[in-house]
C-alpha cells in the first residue's frame, strides 16, 4: 500500500515541561503508520533532539514530518536568535545553554550531532535574529 | 530478568507502575545527560540517572526503556510521577550511589 503522510506540530520556546512531548507523539504516528525498528529510533532522537533545541533557545517553532513510501523528512523551522557558526555549533560538546537548561540534564552539546549521526541527510539553514531549519531525511 | 525480580535483588523501592513491572530488562544505561542517554542507551535498558525532573519521562518513552533507576536517594517530581504513570514507564528509586546500583545490575543481567 502506497500512501504519504504528513504533519505539523508546534513547538513554544522555553516550555520545558512539556519537553519531549510532541516528539512522543509523533513516534506514535510514524509506529502507527508502519514505521519500526532502527528507522523509527533515528526518526524518534532527530525529532526528540530537534523539539529540545526550539524549547532552549528559540521562541517557537513547527516540526514537520513528511512520510512517503521511500523516505521520512523532517523539517524544523523556528523563530529565534539563529545560529552564528553552524560548523561550531555542530561539534560535540559545544554548548550555550546557561545553568537553568544544564540543571536540567540538557546542554551536553550532543544534539546536533546526534541528529546528524541519525539521518541519511542533514542541512541547517540559519539566519541570525530571524530563526533556523533543519532538513532531515532518513531512509527508509 | 524482570523489574519484579530486579527490584527485590536491588531492594529498590516502586513510586509508581507497580503493574508494569513484568516488563522485561535486558540491559542498562547511566547518565544524566538527556542527550548522552538519548544517543546510547537502548531500548529495554534499565536507565539509570538521579535526574528526577518529569523531563526523564520522555526520553525512557521515545527509547522503550524497561524503567527508571533514581539513585542517591533522589525522590521524583509529583509531576514525573504523574507523567510516568501515564506513560506507563516504573519508577525506581533507592538510597545507593549508580556506581553500586550498576555493578550490581550488570552482575545479575550478565551472569
Ligand atoms: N534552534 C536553535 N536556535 C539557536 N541556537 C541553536 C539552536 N539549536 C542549537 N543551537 C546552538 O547550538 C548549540 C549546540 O546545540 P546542540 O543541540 O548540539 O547542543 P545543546 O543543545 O547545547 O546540548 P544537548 O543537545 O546535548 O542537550 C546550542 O548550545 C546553541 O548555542
Ligand atoms: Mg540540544
Redesign the interface.
Known sequence: MSREYEVSFPVKGDN??D???V??EI?RLLKGHGITGDIL?RA??AT??SE?NIISYAQQGNINVRVTDDSISINIQDRGPGITDIEQAMKQGYSTANDRIRE?????G??LF?IK?CSDSFEILSEINKGTLLKILINR | MNLTLLTEKLNLEVRCCKDKLDREVSGGYMG?????V??NSK?DDVWI?C?S???????S???EHAGIILVLGKEPDT?TIERASQ?GIPLLVTDLPGFEIAGRLYDLITV
Open positions: 520545558f515541561e519537553a519531549g512531548k516528539s512522543v513516534k529510533r524518534a532522537i526528540y533532539e529540545v536540567m540534564g540538557f546542554g551536553a550532543m544534539g546526534n549521526n | 544524566d545527560l538527556l542527550s548522552d538519548m544517543a531500548k540517572t535526574q525532573h518529569q523531563n526523564v519521562v520522555a526520553v518513552v521515545l527509547k509531576d506513560e
